[in-house]
């Protein structure tokens, strides 16, 4: 029997700060059901390999990134399949989470929306564990895996992310999404979340104002992307913003990562004193970039929503320890779009938003 996870908005996590790296605070019911039904599957084998305490160090320089050492997720992981379009139908031959093992299934989340009259659930979203973790309770969201979607953002799913970030009591919680086209290894609807116990530039870098009544801005001194926040009360309509942009960027054959994390709110300098602690809301980046079709390399440092947001996963020692903010930037940024592609973008994008 699939444990169930039913939640409201009653439920969400109005307050929670950050105070530096390893901050503990009492879990949520969320991170609760989470962090022991995945550390039970850990006991239990279901994984490919153990996760052990990663070996982790921050690079000198302004954007933070924290490194770590993962060298069996390079090795032991399932082959990424052969992504060949951002529109690519899903095919039930290849694999997918039909074919899962069932005791891989954490719980599956249904969110109750209160109305005049009665309780209505609606779709429902299994939480898997991800077999090759990259962190402490890396999972997987699925929504609905019997519907066979592909790998394209639909507004509940990322409505779910959002409000699974809110659920959790710890900043460190976050949720990410690579399209097809931008290191996708699954062509079958589903988000990441895991565990990072490091806090990272995005949570408090300064935003510039684009479409700030649809929550929309652009990042500023980082990798060129934009970013959208919200607080519990405004989900719903920053989710059907994201993906209005999301849906463009497909129709446009744009490949993009997205990352979620708790975070700032926005403004055009990192915030400072009492304030730079605040994490009562969710920052959500989103970045266009170009398209990497065929297998991935897996030797390689793959540029995907974990990378763009300053989470470097190394599958060999000597890239790990020779890493330097310098090199990982210049690697990063060569899977960005250009600066005058992107600035076009940025303007078609506003312009969507604001007719919508």
Not at 6 to 16: A, I, K, N, R
Not at 87 to 104: C, L, R, S, V, W
Not at 263 to 279: A, Y
């Amino acid at each position: 029997m699939v444990p169930q996870f039913v939640y409201s908005c009653d439920d969400f996590l109005l307050h929670v700060q950050r105070s530096g790296d390893l901050t503990k605070q009492e879990p949520a019911p969320f991170d609760s059901l989470l962090q022991n039904g995945w550390t039970e599957r850990m006991d239990k084998g279901l994984f490919r390999y153990k996760l052990n305490d990663l070996q982790t160090r921050v690079l000198p320089g302004s954007c933070g990134y924290v490194a770590q050492l993962n060298i069996q997720r390079g090795v032991e992981r399932r082959k990424p399949q052969e992504i060949l379009s951002i529109q690519q139908e899903f095919n039930d031959k290849q694999f997918n989470f039909n074919k899962i093992n069932p005791a891989e299934i954490i719980f599956e989340m249904t969110k109750c929306v209160k109305s005049a009259n009665h309780l209505n659930v609606p779709s429902k979203m299994l939480v898997l564990v991800n077999v090759s973790p990259l962190e402490f309770g890396h999972c997987l969201f699925v929504p609905d895996p019997l519907q066979c979607y592909p790998q394209i953002l639909t507004k509940f799913a990322i409505e779910v992310g959002i409000e699974s970030v809110l659920l959790s009591s710890d900043p460190g919680f976050r949720v990410g999404f690579n399209s097809l086209g931008a290191f996708a290894s699954v062509n079958h609807l589903h988000l990441h979340g895991y565990y990072l116990d490091h806090e990272l530039a995005l949570e408090s870098i300064g935003v510039e104002k684009l479409v700030p009544e649809k929550a929309f801005y652009r990042v500023v001194d980082y990798h060129a992307g934009f970013v959208f926040y919200t607080e519990a009360k405004f989900v719903e309509k920053v989710a059907e913003n994201i993906s209005k942009v999301t849906d463009f960027l497909v129709k446009h054959n744009i490949a993009h990562n997205l990352f979620l994390t708790r975070g700032c709110p926005p403004c055009h300098h990192k915030p400072s004193g009492t304030e730079s602690s605040s994490r009562k809301g969710v920052r959500i980046f989103v970045w266009p970039r170009k398209s990497c079709f065929g297998a991935k390399e897996e030797s390689a440092l793959n540029v995907a929503l974990c990378e763009l947001a300053g989470h470097l996963p190394f599958k060999n020692k000597t890239d790990f320890e020779k890493a330097t903010e310098e090199g990982v930037a210049d690697i990063i940024n060569k899977y960005l779009l250009p600066k005058d592609e992107f600035l076009s973008l940025e303007q078609q994008l506003m312009d969507h938003l604001n007719k919508s």
